[in-house]
T-cell receptor, first 113, second 111 residues
């Protein structure tokens, strides 16, 4: 099993550009989420999904969109990148709800210039 | 005020020492408490999971939750250089869908 796979690992964007961060899991987990990790701020929840077709906002959703068309995939879209979105992004999954404990991906390091 | 407060350290201890890591929180509705370990440039990995109050032990690791004081702890016995990492606490309320993380404590175990 690959677990949670994130692509790309590194990305540099110019302000105003859009892009999609990919996340795929092969554990048949119902729950998937996106976090960003910033120095001094810890991990903050952006969006989450409790199953295919169901998504909800987390603590810091502005500037990001998600969709969940399959159980396996949960892409995160940056609509118009801003320097404030420079961060490390982690995708995480859990069998049902998050209280079973997350399996995290290895992260995507995004720089917006 | 942040939902979860965690001393960022850094914490440096000799090999074999007992390590105590702590978090405090403000939301009395939190019921699910977890500790994650994160190595440099890696994703966090789940170490310990506790529901409500009490202690839980797993090998060299012990997690404690004191809901009356809104305080959780992780103890590492016989610390090893391989324990050098950042430790994150995380907690959630009744739905379990949204976890709040501490900022992490950086630990170095010196051989």
């Amino acid at each position: 099993n690959a677990g949670v796979t994130q692509t790309p690992k590194f990305q540099v964007l110019k302000t105003g550009q859009s892009m999609t961060l990919q996340c795929a899991q092969d554990m048949n987990h119902e729950y998937m989420s996106w976090y960003r990790q910033d120095p001094g701020m810890g991990l903050r929840l952006i969006h989450y999904s409790v199953g295919a077709g169901i998504t909800d906002q987390g603590e810091v959703p502005n500037g990001y969109n998600v969709s969940r068309s399959t159980t396996e995939d949960f892409p995160l879209r940056l609509l118009s990148a801003a320097p404030s979105q420079t961060s490390v992004y982690f995708c995480a999954s859990s069998p049902f709800t998050a209280d079973y404990g997350y399996t995290f991906g290895s992260g995507t390091r995004l720089t917006v210039v | 005020q942040k939902e979860v407060e965690q001393d960022p350290g850094p914490l440096s201890v000799p090999e074999g020492a007992i390590v105590s890591l702590n978090c405090t929180y403000s939301n009395s509705a939190f019921q699910y408490f977890m500790w994650y370990r994160q190595y440099s440039r890696k994703g966090p990995e789940l170490l310990m999971y506790t529901y409500s109050s009490g202690n839980k032990e797993d090998g060299r690791f012990t997690a404690q939750v004191d809901k009356s004081s809104k305080y959780i702890s992780l103890f590492i016995r016989d610390s090893q250089p391989s324990d050098s990492a950042t430790y994150l606490c995380a907690m959630s309320g009744t739905t379990g869908n949204q976890f709040y993380f501490g900022t992490g404590t950086s630990l170095t175990v010196i051989p």
